[in-house]
């Protein structure tokens, strides 16, 4: 049986925060998600991941980032996402010391994106990589009907394997757009599309797509064998 504990690590600032799922039988890997720029650690698309992945033996850290932790409501304001991103670094940290096996970073829309440019300004000459590989969810690749601006500028220095998820109804992104966008990525990346899904992923209110986690974890398993 899977346990789930409140996470803390204060010895870092700014704090590691979350919710840590330790699984019955652990694989010595590990996973740390965190939220888009509207939620925090609880959502529902959170909670069944990690709920999945722990079942296959990943430990996982739901990662309540800074800015939420600041204020329960609310976007990220001008200058959080610096910060954000040093927390999760910070986060990597604490799991490495918990766990020997392989780490996974991601998270949905703002945070993926924050996961995916602290991957990005990793060092390349760096010996051990920040993490492992990456799972993005609903990644924002540009406001909604402003392909114009598009947040894909750090792609090309991502040399970790990506895993994107997202919904063909993402108003943050086509899956033509994302498309093109993994090949800016040289490491090895796959794309999961989930039909007839929102930014949201099928996970709104009391609204929950029951088949995606397994689906989710499934092509995370062999895409990362």
């Given at each position: 049986?899977?346990?789930?504990?409140s996470?803390?690590?204060?010895?870092?600032?700014?704090?590691?925060?979350?919710l840590?799922?330790?699984?019955?039988?652990?694989?010595?890997?590990?996973?740390?998600?965190?939220?888009?720029?509207?939620?925090?650690?609880?959502?529902?698309?959170?909670?069944?991941?990690?709920?999945a992945f722990?079942?296959?033996?990943?430990?996982?850290?739901?990662?309540?980032?800074?800015?939420?932790?600041?204020r329960p409501?609310?976007?990220?304001?001008?200058?959080?996402a610096?910060?954000?991103?040093?927390?999760?670094k910070?986060?990597?940290?604490?799991?490495r010391?918990?766990?020997?096996?392989?780490?996974?970073?991601?998270?949905?829309?703002y945070?993926?994106?924050?996961?995916?440019?602290?991957?990005?300004?990793?060092?390349?000459?760096?010996?051990?990589?920040l993490?492992?590989?990456?799972?993005?969810?609903?990644?924002p690749?540009?406001?909604?009907?402003?392909?114009?601006?598009?947040?894909?500028?750090?792609?090309?220095?991502?040399?970790?394997?990506?895993m994107?998820?997202?919904?063909?109804?993402?108003?943050?992104?086509?899956?033509?757009?994302?498309?093109?966008?993994?090949?800016?990525?040289?490491?090895?990346?796959?794309?999961?599309?989930v039909?007839?899904?929102?930014?949201?992923?099928?996970?709104?209110?009391?609204k929950?797509?029951?088949?995606?986690?397994?689906?989710?974890?499934?092509?995370?398993?062999?895409?990362?064998?």
């Open positions: 049986m899977t346990v789930i504990q996470f803390s690590e204060t010895s870092s600032e700014p704090p590691v925060r979350g840590l799922h330790r699984p019955e039988s652990a694989s010595g890997d590990s996973l740390i998600l965190t939220h888009g720029a509207g939620g925090n650690a609880q959502m529902a698309l959170l909670v069944a991941l990690a709920e722990a079942g296959a033996g990943f430990a996982v850290l739901r990662c309540e980032l800074p800015f939420r932790q600041q409501y609310g976007p990220p304001r001008p200058g959080d610096a910060r954000d991103r040093e927390n999760l910070h986060a990597v940290g604490a799991m010391k918990l766990l020997p096996g392989r780490l996974f970073l991601g998270g949905q829309s945070g993926g994106r924050q996961a995916s440019m602290l991957v990005a300004e990793q060092p390349v000459n760096e010996e051990k990589q993490a492992d590989g990456m799972l993005l969810l609903s990644y690749l540009h406001p909604p009907s402003r392909p114009d601006q598009p947040r894909t500028q750090h792609l090309p220095k991502i040399e970790v394997p990506v994107f998820v997202h919904g063909t109804h993402d108003p943050f992104g086509t899956i033509d757009e994302l498309e093109s966008a993994r090949k800016l990525i040289s490491a090895r990346n796959l794309l999961l599309p039909e007839g899904a929102g930014h949201d992923l099928g996970f709104k209110g009391k929950k797509r029951e088949e995606l986690p397994a689906a989710v974890l499934a092509a995370f398993q062999t895409f990362f064998a």
